[in-house]
């Protein structure tokens, strides 16, 4: 028996092999970049965070909002102020609301966005026309 036949065979091997640990190194660095990057935004999320605690730290507290009136149309009304541009109608509350315009349905909404400006949430800024109190 030769051995020619059995370097042939280990030759074939020890390449398999290195081409298998290379392609590990390279993974392995390009994971060491990956946690590198984590790690640096972990950093920067904690400097946000001590900041963020710090700055709280001299905004004055916020007096808590007036407990809304019993009824579901409120948290609603608030949602539609939230994502108003301007100022808003009874009219225009009922039409967010899916209420059919109806003049019970505007009446009944002007009645509710008079009591939020009655619990300091929402100002009148003209006759009929209303906006969330800054």
Do not use: W
């Amino acid at each position: 028996m030769t051995i020619e036949p059995l370097l042939d065979a280990l030759g074939i091997q020890e390449r398999a092999a290195r081409a298998t640990a290379d392609d590990l190194r390279t993974q392995i660095a390009e994971l060491h970049n990956r946690l590198r990057e984590a790690e640096t935004h972990l950093e920067h999320l904690a400097i946000t965070r001590k900041t963020i605690t710090a700055l709280a730290d001299r905004i004055p507290a916020r007096t808590s909002s007036p407990d809304l009136p019993e009824h579901p149309d409120y948290p609603s009304i608030l949602a539609v102020f939230n994502e108003a541009t301007g100022p808003l109608r009874a009219r225009d509350v009922c039409a967010a609301l899916d209420h059919d315009p109806l003049p019970k349905n505007i009446e009944g909404a002007r009645a509710k966005l008079k009591r939020l400006v009655e619990l300091d949430v929402l100002d009148e800024v003209t006759t009929g026309s209303f906006t969330r109190k800054q």
